[in-house]
Each structure stands twice: as structure tokens, then as C-alpha cells.
């Protein structure tokens, strides 16, 4: 059997989140998912309502990577220039020069993403696919690490675009923040009344960008891959592990993406929790967060109201999880 020893490798990534830890008070899910999605390379979207930490949890781990932070609050006058970056004539030179925007950070928060036009959007998710901006002739590659962290607010829908369902797929995960507990208000309060302790860097974008070429030698056993493309192929097909009575509310299911997501994402949460496998818990454990978003409901579905979490967990339960045995690997 494997030491379950934590290695040495991901010992700064703890470092950098009990530093996070010492800003933010709750929202360890949140803080997690932003490890895994630096260390998996990916993308969040986050849902919750104003005031919840979210701008402050993005800062506050930018800081203590060492890394720059940027903030867009996108609105609908926004154009993609304003987010990307343009070319500007300079009279004094005669010569036109760029301007980058603000996309050129490790770590950018696109607060209210849903407050832009279409056009603004796929502005952001082209750099989150392809990492470059391309203005004028010239491309430009954003600094590596790079994490998107964009927020929708679900209470209000007036004068919102929504996301397309094939643009929401370019996220990794979507992340549900939830209210803090009366405990945890309490500290939160507590620590307002006295000068905010900026987080210290403890480790730097090299170190990250290492630990990303470390955990790309997690260990995933090919019962772990069978796993998690059974459970996306039956977001496509409940019937097929009999539940077709969730037939009628499902229009599309989830796409490939969902399976390397799983997959990728469990390795990183693996290495995280200072392992050199995944298990299928670690696959289960990220199952609603990536799957969510990627479940197309049907009017049925709202009709009845029934989410896409519902439909997960009956999925979760009904796909068996594999016996993962890790010996004389």
C-alpha cells in the first residue's frame, strides 16, 4: 500500500492556505476549489449573494502566492477592450501602442459576470481557453499561473445576459457559496473592528507552477477514469442506470469536458490532501461542482422544481463507485 504520508510537494499549498485562512473566516469549500482549480488549471464560477468574501478570498490568495491580482465589475457597457486591452495612438510619437487590459493577472475576478454582453463574455472565455489575447497582429500570452474566478448573483436577473450552456461549460467547476454560520459571523465581525493583517506570500508562481508538474504525477488507477465517464454518460442517459423517471428532465447532459474535469480535478484534490492517488471519493467529492452547471434542465424540470443538484446526487447514488485496490503499484 502507498504512504499516506502528505509529500513535501504539496506542503507550500498548505503553507498558502492556512495564510488565506488567517484573512477569511469560513468558505473552505471555496478556498479549496480554488486550490484545485489553480493546481488542475482550471476556471470557477461562483453563485452567491454580495457580501460573502468572494472579491477577498481571490486577493487574499493572489497575495499569499505572490501573484498579481485584477478586478473587472462587468457591466453592460463593457466592450472587450476594456477587458483585453487595445491598441491606443500616441500623438506625441506618431506610433500606435498597446495598452494590455486587465486579463494580464494570475488571478482575475470577473465580479457579475452575467451584467455583460454576449460579446464581453466570450472575450474572457477566449483567454480562459486558449490563455493569449490576440490585439491588432500581435498575441499575447497572460502570465502563467492564470485563474479566472467569475461571479453570478442569483437574486437578481434584470438587465442580466446569462451564459450560454456551451459557454458556462469552459468553467472547471461551479461553486454554490452558501451564508456563513452564526459562529463563523461572529468572527467576521469580530475581526472588522481591528486593522485587516494583509496575507504574506508564502510561496511564489514558480513554486505553483511546479507543484502543477507534480501533481501531474498523481497516480489514477483506470477504474478511477471508468468512474467518472460512467457518471457523466449517465447525465446524458438517466435510464441507463435506472433512473428514467429523470428522463423527462434533463435535456442535455454533461459534456466530455465534465469527464476530464473529474478526472484532472481529483488528481489535483489528491494532491492536495497530501496523496499520490486518487480515490473514487475524491472523484464523488467534486461530482456536484462539476457537473452542475454542465446539466441542461428541461421547462419539466423547472416546472417541478427540480435543480441540477437533484439530479447529481440521484446519479451520485446510483453509479457505483469502483474498489480501487492500490497495492504493489
Known amino acids: 500500500m502507498t504512504s499516506t504520508n502528505p509529500p513535501d510537494s504539496a506542503l507550500p499549498l498548505e503553507h498558502v ?6 484573512v477569511i473566516v469560513g468558505q473552505d469549500v471555496l478556498l479549496e476549489r480554488m486550490a484545485v482549480a489553480l493546481i488542475a488549471d482550471g476556471h470557477l464560477l461562483v453563485e452567491g449573494v454580495p457580501g460573502l468574501a468572494k472579491t477577498l478570498a481571490v486577493r487574499s490568495l493572489a497575495a499569499a502566492i505572490d501573484g498579481t491580482f485584477q478586478r473587472v465589475q462587468f457591466t453592460p457597457d ?6 483585453v486591452g487595445t491598441r491606443v495612438y500616441h500623438q506625441h510619437s506618431g506610433e500606435f501602442k498597446t495598452e494590455l487590459g486587465p486579463v494580464f493577472a494570475n488571478l482575475l475576478l470577473a465580479d457579475e459576470i452575467n451584467r455583460a454582453p454576449a460579446k464581453v463574455q466570450s472575450a474572457l472565455l477566449e483567454v480562459m481557453q486558449e490563455h493569449q489575447v490576440t490585439i491588432g497582429r500581435e498575441t499575447f500570452p497572460v502570465p502563467e499561473p492564470f485563474l479566472v474566478m467569475a461571479t453570478e448573483n442569483p437574486i437578481e436577473s434584470e438587465g442580466t445576459y446569462p451564459l450560454p450552456e456551451a459557454q458556462v461549460d469552459r468553467f472547471m467547476m461551479k461553486v454554490i457559496v452558501d451564508y456563513p454560520s452564526t459562529t463563523e459571523e461572529q468572527a467576521i465581525v469580530a475581526r472588522a473592528l481591528r486593522p485587516p493583517e494583509p496575507p504574506r506570500p508564502m510561496a511564489t508562481t514558480n513554486d505553483l507552477m511546479a507543484m502543477r508538474e507534480r501533481a501531474r504525477q498523481v497516480y489514477v488507477d483506470p477504474a478511477i477514469v471508468d468512474y467518472a465517464v460512467r457518471l457523466v ?3 446524458r442517459s438517466p435510464a441507463t442506470a435506472g433512473l428514467g423517471e429523470l428522463e423527462r428532465y434533463v435535456t442535455y447532459g ?6 476530464i474535469a473529474l478526472v484532472t480535478g481529483a488528481r489535483a484534490l489528491a494532491f492536495l490532501r497530501g496523496r499520490d492517488y486518487v480515490l473514487p471519493h475524491d472523484v464523488s ?3 456536484l461542482d462539476v457537473l452542475r452547471h454542465r446539466v441542461v434542465l428541461s421547462y419539466e424540470a423547472l416546472a417541478d422544481d427540480v435543480d441540477a443538484d437533484t439530479i447529481v446526487n440521484r446519479v451520485l447514488g446510483a453509479v457505483r463507485a469502483p474498489d480501487v485496490v492500490l497495492q504493489n503499484r
Request: no cysteine; aromatic share 4%; charged share 25%.
Open 254 to 259: 454533461a459534456s466530455p469536458r465534465a469527464s
Open 17 to 22: 492556505l492556512f495564510e488565506v485562512k488567517r
Open 78 to 83: 463593457l466592450v472587450p477592450a476594456d477587458l
Open 285 to 287: 467529492e467534486l461530482a
Open 233 to 235: 454518460a449517465v447525465t
